[in-house]
């Protein structure tokens, strides 16, 4: 292996709740972690997101690669010396259109070429993302809703008497008889049903797509579909790092 393939390098994926960074040495993934999203970059701040290893590399202008769909974060980030943010003409799927979130376009990248293609990728997020490629990698297209955890939020801060409802592993009763698990009935089965009906429609135009799932509430979310229709949740792979999966190609394909 030459130098360059065996250097370390990170790469940051800024979400709209955290920051999720991974540390690569060369194609290998070493380690990936979760933070809060900064107002600046100072090198207390970083002693506490770094892992010890890495501290004194990232101060030496150790590469750093940024996808964001936070521009405020992006514009904080881009002050350090060695960053290189990603666009999305960067991505060479075909079919890419210029609003398609970066995240999307990179979780579609790195799982077309980690699985294969076609395939579907549902993004369990603050948002609810749905992401398909066809096996020419051409983005077929997707859909956006509210995450399951900002569904909760928006009820407890946008109505007067509804209170805050805190997620569980556990399905609650679909006809409820309080007003907590009428929330969590609400929210839950009939966001499991359109999963569900997406994922239908998908496999009857690409019976032998791959089926990922990533996200903070991806756990969650498998866990649900388990329960109430196993033969969809059964065949879905769980595969965290799909963008960090895109990072990497863009990282190698410089």
């Not at 709209?16 to 933070?35: A, I, Q």
């Not at 969590?184 to 009857?204: N, P, V």
């Not at 799932?213 to 866990?223: C, E, F, V």
């Amino acid at each position: 292996m030459t130098e360059a393939y065996e250097s370390d390098w990170l790469a940051l994926e800024i979400g709209n709740s955290r920051l999720h960074w991974s540390w690569f040495k060369g194609e290998r993934l070493v380690k990936t972690w979760d933070s809060k999203h900064i107002s600046k970059i100072s090198e207390e701040l970083m002693r506490e997101i770094l892992p010890y290893d890495l501290i004194e590399q990232f101060f030496l202008k150790l590469p750093l690669y940024v996808a964001s769909v936070v521009p405020a974060q992006t514009v904080i980030w881009q002050n350090y010396p060695n960053c290189r943010s990603i666009d999305i003409k960067d991505i060479p799927l075909i079919g890419i259109y210029p609003t398609l979130g970066i995240d999307r376009a990179l979780a579609a990248w790195g799982g077309t070429e980690v699985w294969g293609c076609p395939c579907l990728i549902i993004d369990g997020g603050t948002a609810l993302t749905f992401t398909g490629v066809d096996s020419d990698r051409v983005l077929v297209g997707g859909a956006i809703l509210t995450g399951l955890r900002l569904q909760f939020i928006s009820l407890s801060q946008k109505t007067a008497a509804l209170p805050e409802v805190t997620l569980t592993q556990k399905l609650p009763n679909r006809w409820a008889n309080n007003t907590i698990e009428a929330i969590e009935s609400g929210i839950i089965y009939t966001a499991i049903a359109g999963i569900r009906d997406f994922i239908l429609d998908w496999r009857d135009r690409f019976p032998d797509s791959k089926i990922l799932l990533r996200g903070g509430d991806a756990n969650l979310l498998l866990n649900y579909l388990q329960i109430l229709h196993p033969e969809v949740g059964e065949k879905i792979i769980i595969d965290r790092n799909l963008v960090f999966w895109g990072m990497r190609l863009f990282h190698f394909s410089r």
